[in-house]
């Protein structure tokens, strides 16, 4: 098992790719902390449970805009499990609206989640991974942080600042053996995208793509275990794409 006794927090993880990476992760030997929003997390704790050993899962609650939730999955995952090796900041919200019609509030929101809450978590997190000399922080990025996005700019511009964490944090925090990387989701067939798109949509999508087809959220998974793995202890600052080859 490539993650055997590794703890990793994974933020976003009751549905979706979140959920997808933390059944990989439990599958591969890891001890996960799975959180979300408040009347998800139990559904997810009980689906995972049904298929891996339930003191292998610990599920928090998790506001990513706010730094006392982030501090307190943090202190919950050392109480629980003494030590944090992978983060992976997967939380995240997205919306299509003309630019012209976006608010003050809708643009400082995609911020506080997708952006502010990265940076808040690896603030938190680092100076474990630091004592410990060893550590490994994923982000979860998009196709449109490269590309940009029709009706997507609040969107595409987080992504593009979460891609610039990455890289700068992997500078930082490189000399203390911690690894930061991200991976670029393409289409991805998740609650999110089938709330922000319609079938219209994800027909061009899917005939943008060579592979003709939108992803399943277990596909993206591989990356992130890669990512966590002692098979990319020479891989930092890198945004890996999982798009299919979409062209854009």
Same mark, same amino acid.
């Given at each position: 098992?490539?993650?055997?006794?590794?703890?990793?927090?994974?933020?976003?993880?009751?549905?979706?790719?979140?959920?997808? !990476?933390?059944?990989?992760?439990?599958?591969?030997?890891?001890?996960?902390?799975?959180?979300?929003?408040?009347?998800?997390?139990?559904?997810?704790?009980?689906?995972?449970?049904?298929?891996?050993?339930?003191?292998?899962?610990?599920?928090?609650?998790?506001?990513?805009?706010?730094?006392?939730? !982030?501090?307190?999955?943090?202190?919950?995952?050392?109480?629980?499990?003494?030590?944090?090796?992978?983060?992976?900041?997967?939380?995240?919200?997205?919306?299509?609206?003309?630019?012209?019609?976006?608010?003050?509030?809708?643009?400082?929101?995609?911020?506080?989640?997708?952006?502010?809450?990265?940076?808040?978590?690896?603030?938190?997190?680092?100076?474990?991974?630091?004592?410990?000399?060893?550590?490994?922080?994923?982000?979860?990025?998009?196709?449109?942080?490269?590309?940009?996005?029709?009706?997507?700019?609040?969107?595409?511009?987080?992504?593009?600042?979460?891609?610039? !964490?990455?890289?700068?944090?992997?500078?930082?925090?490189?000399?203390?053996?911690?690894?930061?990387?991200?991976?670029?989701?393409?289409?991805?067939?998740?609650?999110?995208?089938?709330?922000?798109?319609?079938?219209?949509?994800?027909?061009?999508?899917?005939?943008?793509?060579?592979?003709?087809?939108?992803?399943?959220?277990?596909?993206?998974?591989?990356?992130?275990?890669?990512?966590?793995?002692?098979?990319?202890?020479?891989?930092?600052?890198? !945004?890996?794409?999982?798009?299919?080859?979409?062209?854009?």
């Amino acid at each position: 098992m490539k993650l055997e006794n590794k703890v990793a927090i994974i933020t976003g993880s009751t549905k979706g790719i979140g959920y997808a !990476i933390a059944d990989l992760y439990l599958k591969e030997g890891a001890k996960v902390v799975v959180t979300g929003l408040k009347d998800e997390v139990p559904q997810a704790l009980k689906t995972l449970e049904e298929s891996h050993n339930s003191e292998n899962i610990l599920g928090i609650e998790l506001d990513v805009t706010s730094t006392e939730s !982030i501090k307190n999955v943090v202190e919950k995952t050392i109480e629980k499990f003494g030590k944090i090796d992978i983060l992976i900041n997967n939380a995240g919200i997205t919306a299509a609206k003309p630019l012209i019609q976006t608010t003050d509030e809708e643009m400082e929101r995609m911020f506080q989640i997708n952006t502010f809450g990265v940076f808040k978590f690896i603030r938190e997190v680092a100076p474990y991974m630091i004592e410990q000399k060893s550590g490994s922080i994923i982000n979860t990025s998009s196709m449109v942080a490269n590309y940009g996005g029709m009706m997507q700019t609040p969107y595409a511009s987080s992504k593009f600042a979460v891609n610039g !964490i990455t890289k700068s944090c992997a500078k930082e925090l490189g000399r203390h053996n911690i690894r930061v990387n991200a991976v670029a989701p393409g289409a991805v067939m998740t609650d999110m995208t089938k709330d922000s798109t319609d079938e219209k949509t994800r027909g061009m999508l899917s005939q943008l793509t060579p592979l003709g087809r939108i992803a399943n959220p277990s596909e993206l998974a591989g990356a992130y275990l890669y990512l966590g793995s002692d098979d990319s202890t020479f891989t930092n600052g890198t !945004i890996i794409q999982v798009d299919g080859g979409i062209v854009i």
